[in-house]
């Protein structure tokens, strides 16, 4: 995912349409791979008895990150564009917008692998 946010901020202004065919095309089965492992890491070790609670919080937990990360990637386009009227934007305003809201969402991916990857080796060294 974090590569496919980065290739999102480089290859549409290199390639045009191709490089964002090609961003996308490595965006998207990354999010689906996450999807699916994060969902069956979080289910693993639930007891039977405890899985509709769980599941319930994963999907609110889901949503709530969709939601706001929605809203905050829109208000780094927008600052990013440079405009608060993005209808009347320029298409080099809109293309700096994009280029910077994925490199901050690529940034942002690789600052929680980090993070994982920290409280994994934490949790190694309590246990």
Do not use: E, H
Not at 72 to 77: D, E, L, N, R
Not at 82 to 88: A, F, I, M, Q, R
Not at 98 to 103: E, N, V, Y
């Amino acid at each position: 995912m974090a590569g496919g946010s980065f290739a999102l901020s480089i290859l549409p202004d290199m390639f045009g349409i191709i490089g964002y065919i090609a961003a996308i095309a490595i965006l998207t089965p990354g999010y689906q791979l996450f999807q699916a492992a994060n969902n069956a890491a979080v289910m693993m070790n639930v007891s039977a008895d405890q899985r509709g609670v769980v599941s319930g919080m994963l999907s609110l937990s889901r949503n709530l990150g969709l939601v706001t990360g929605t809203s905050a990637m829109g208000a780094i386009f927008s600052f990013a564009s440079g405009t608060n009227d993005l209808p009347t934007a320029g298409p080099d305003a809109i293309a700096s917008g994009m280029q910077i809201t994925f490199a901050v969402a690529g940034g942002l991916m690789i600052t929680a692998i980090g993070i994982g990857l920290g409280s994994r080796a934490f949790a190694a060294r309590v246990d």
